[in-house]
């Protein structure tokens, strides 16, 4: 059953909808991994950030093992993971940073922040 918008009213329905697209991101999830690991071995998490380079816009990419270290690779496949991530989720908003998890599939938004120790946040509260 794909997804076109029609979604199943019986309970019996519902469950063989929910296990068939169970299924399908089983398979997503997996094919992603085996990819990532292809582009570089032991890459479980990829990180992109845009940045400017001299007024272009640019995406630093970060692969990253199981440890949560960075794994030193070449540009080349740093451009290949995100070109991998951009093809699986053409609808992300890449302007923003990213943080895709391979073991769960999960693509997010990476909110940078410093801790409140440092006191970088100086902004005014907001009152309405």
Do not use: K
Not at 50 to 77: K, Q, S
């Amino acid at each position: 059953m794909q997804d076109q918008g029609i979604h199943p009213t019986t309970p019996a329905a519902q469950a063989i909808y929910g296990a068939h697209r169970g299924a399908a991101r089983a398979r997503f999830i997996g094919v992603m991994a085996r990819q990532l690991h292809e582009i570089e071995p032991g890459t479980v998490r990829v990180r992109t950030v845009p940045v400017l380079v001299d007024d272009r816009r640019r995406t630093w990419v970060e692969l990253v093992d199981a440890t949560g270290r960075p794994i030193a690779t070449t540009a080349a496949n740093c451009r290949a993971a995100r070109n991998l991530l951009r093809r699986a989720f053409p609808a992300a908003d890449w302007t923003r940073p990213r943080t895709y998890v391979a073991s769960t599939g999960d693509l997010a938004v990476d909110v940078v922040g410093a801790p409140a120790e440092c006191g970088l946040d100086t902004a005014p509260a907001v009152t309405a």
